[in-house]
């Protein structure tokens, strides 16, 4: 069995067969489900999954693209008051992007850096997302602390060297699509260095379809391609490093099921 920790299973491209999507997870050998909210309008529909089926669990937060929308102290304290819904399992996606130009640099950090204390209040994983941003995300994650907490560095796409850092402060590597294309030299590097415990598997669903789906919109069932490359890495079996990382998978985000 196989855990998808990061999809958007919420977004308006599976309205149309939202429900034979996650039914293929499911006869793909997918158990458990991550669904990510990450702004004013996914928040509420990633918790609306979360609270219809039994294997989808919620992580919830405000990602950097929409940092200049969030209204802070109103927004903190209603991701707090679901953090304590049990399906709720870490706080993000949270982290900086710094190619999309949508939020300033200071208000990203200053969300950024109030997400990370709110997760050590509540002793919830976080969940990262870098986008070109690799050396101010290791900075602030030191400075605040984060590896009090640990969680997921979501769709990894830095260096051997920077999953290093994330490593030594108490992070989980995850490794999607990506690492499936033809011409991915770094990422296979990157998931070759990784200790096998810590290594975690997602799509992004629907974003970053694994080889041979590269281009076209993703779906849960696909962690399990990249669960074969991942194996074919690793030199182990597909029955092995799907274990591995399931039980990585439940014990960074203390999942029950």
């Not at 281009?215 to 597909?238: C, D, F, M, P, W």
């Amino acid at each position: 069995m196989l855990i998808d920790t990061h999809a958007h299973l919420d977004s308006p491209k599976f309205d149309n067969d939202r429900e034979e999507v996650i039914s293929r997870a499911l006869e793909a050998g997918i158990d458990t489900i991550v669904n990510i909210g990450f702004n004013r309008e996914t928040i509420p529909t990633t918790m609306a999954l979360a609270e219809k089926y039994p294997f989808i669990y919620a992580a919830v937060g405000w990602h950097p693209t929409d940092a200049i929308d969030m209204r802070l102290e109103e927004d903190l304290a209603w991701i707090e008051r679901l953090c304590n819904h049990p399906k709720v399992v870490a706080i993000g996606e949270i982290g900086l992007d710094y190619y999309w130009d949508t939020s300033p640099k200071d208000i990203q950090h200053t969300v950024f850096r109030e997400q990370i204390r709110l997760a050590r209040r509540l002793n919830k994983p976080i969940v990262i997302h870098n986008r070109d941003a690799h050396e101010d995300i290791v900075k602030i994650l030191k400075e605040e602390k984060a590896e009090e907490v640990g969680g997921i560095m979501h769709c990894f796409s830095g260096s051997p060297e920077t999953a290093k850092k994330c490593l030594d402060m108490n992070f989980y590597i995850s490794f999607g699509g990506p690492v499936t294309f033809k011409n991915a030299r770094v990422p296979k590097e990157v998931m070759a260095q990784v200790p096998l415990d810590r290594i975690l598997l997602e799509t992004d669903a629907p974003y970053l379809a694994p080889h041979p789906h590269r281009g076209q919109r993703n779906e849960s069932a696909y962690v399990r391609l990249v669960a074969e490359t991942a194996a074919e890495i690793k030199g182990i079996s597909l029955e092995e490093l799907s274990d591995i990382t399931s039980k990585n998978g439940r014990r960074c985000l203390s999942l029950t099921r």
